[in-house]
Structures are given as structure tokens and as C-alpha cells.
T-cell receptor, first 115, second 112 residues
Framework: EAGVAQSPRYKIIEKRQSVAFWCNPI?????LYWYQQILGQGPKLLIQ????????DSQLPKDRFSAERLKGVDSTLKIQPAKLEDSAVYLC?????????????FGNGTRLTVT | KNQVEQSPQSLIILEGKNCTLQ??????????LRWYKQDTGRGPVSLTI?????NTKSNGRYTATLDADTKQSSLHITASQLSDSASYIC???????????FGAGTRLAVHP
């Protein structure tokens, strides 16, 4: 099966600019996650979708971050305006809803550098 | 508070040697614990899952253990290879809460 696709792989922007990331999960996976991973740390959940509904966005900085999952498939994560501390790798993951013990399948992430 | 702590933070070993990574958690109620391997520049990939009733599980040269009483897990790597150089992340699932709690990971470097 095809894995989780993310784009772009790398992005460099200046602070106060906006940026968007795209994720295409594994076909049939109803659950989609966006994680922020700062260098040397474990992934931190930003938002979790079940189909096209939001399950958990408690750690999403809503004043600058937004995410959507139209039609319950692809998802985009946007940052506007970006801050220096947003420099990180943004990982998208998907999981089948049929098994809560099923593993997360991660994409290779987008590395964002804010200068 | 649900937490997952991993040790050591980083580790350097010589190729062919064994090593053990530790994961301590305070997640309750416990559902399962999963170890992921994250190569540089890639997303994490699942190595193994441990449920409450399992004590030991092997996946090739990787052996995971779980002590549910002390809330500790370990990942033992036998006869290390250069390709084992990666970060290893422990993730604990809380039963009934649909939450995954991530550790900060252990960065392993295997040198020739």
C-alpha cells in the first residue's frame, strides 16, 4: 500500500509570512493526525481528525495555526503568521479507525525553517 | 499527569554490541505501549506493541519487555548494525481516552 504522502519536504520562510503543508493519508484511514516535532524532542499533537471532524485540537495554537480535512481525505495545515519558534518538522500520520491498537503510519514530514 | 520518560537521552555504541533503551510511564489507565524507530529525516515506524498481558516480544534483533506493575518497558537491541542508528520513541496509549503520550526518544548512534 502507498504510504502517507506529505509536501513540501522542506520550506524556508521569514517570520510573519504564511505557509501551508499538505498531507494525503493512506487510503481508507479515517483518523489523521498532525504533529509538531522540534529537534531532539518527541512529536507533539497539534490536531486529530476523525474523517472530516476534529477530535482533538486542544494543543493547536489557534491564533496562528489552522487545519482542515475536506471530504475526510487530504488535509492541510496552515501557519499565519509564522514565528521563529515554529521552526520544526511537521509530521502527518494516519490510522485505521477499526483498531485502536493499530499503529500510526507517518509521512516523512515537512521541515520548516523560520528566519 | 500522563507522562512518558525515556532514558538515556542519547547513546553511542560500537557495531555488533548490544544495548537497552528504557521507557517509564505514568499513564493510567494503561492500554498499550508501542516502540517506534525514527531514521533521520523520516517519519517514525512502528517496531512492536506491548499490551497489558505481554511481558516480552521479539521482532528480529529487537526485543521489547513490559512490566505493568512497575510501569516500565525496555527495548533491547542485539548485535547492533549501523542501520540501527536512529531515534527510538516510546508511545503509550491511555485506555478509553483515545490519547497517545509520546516520550522524547532516545537517539542511538552505532559506530563502526
Amino acid at each position: 500500500e502507498a504510504g502517507v504522502a506529505q509536501s513540501p519536504r522542506y520550506k524556508i520562510i521569514e517570520k510573519r509570512q504564511s505557509v501551508a503543508f499538505w498531507c494525503n493519508p493512506i487510503s481508507g484511514h479515517a483518523t489523521l493526525y498532525w504533529y509538531q516535532q522540534i529537534l531532539g524532542q518527541g512529536p507533539k499533537l497539534l490536531i486529530q481528525f476523525q474523517n472530516n471532524g476534529v477530535v482533538d485540537d486542544s494543543q493547536l495554537p489557534k491564533d496562528r495555526f489552522s487545519a482542515e480535512r475536506l471530504k475526510g481525505v487530504d488535509s492541510t495545515l496552515k501557519i499565519q503568521p509564522a514565528k521563529l519558534e515554529d521552526s520544526a518538522v511537521y509530521l502527518c500520520a494516519s490510522r485505521t479507525v477499526l483498531g485502536r491498537d493499530s499503529p500510526l503510519h507517518f509521512g516523512n514530514g515537512t521541515r520548516l525553517t523560520v528566519t | 499527569k500522563n507522562q512518558v520518560e525515556q532514558s538515556p537521552q542519547s547513546l553511542i555504541i560500537l557495531e555488533g554490541k548490544n544495548c537497552t533503551l528504557q521507557c517509564n510511564y505514568t499513564v493510567s489507565p494503561f492500554s498499550n505501549l508501542r516502540w517506534y524507530k525514527q531514521d533521520t529525516g523520516r517519519g517514525p515506524v512502528s517496531l512492536t506493541i506491548m499490551t497489558f498481558s505481554e511481558n516480552t516480544k521479539s521482532n528480529g534483533r529487537y526485543t521489547a519487555t513490559l512490566d505493568a506493575d512497575t510501569k516500565q518497558s525496555s527495548l533491547h537491541i542485539t548485535a547492533s548494525q549501523l542501520s540501527d542508528s536512529a531515534s527510538y520513541i516510546c508511545v503509550v496509549s491511555a485506555r478509553g481516552y483515545n490519547k497517545l503520550i509520546f516520550g522524547a526518544g532516545t537517539r542511538l548512534a552505532v559506530h563502526p
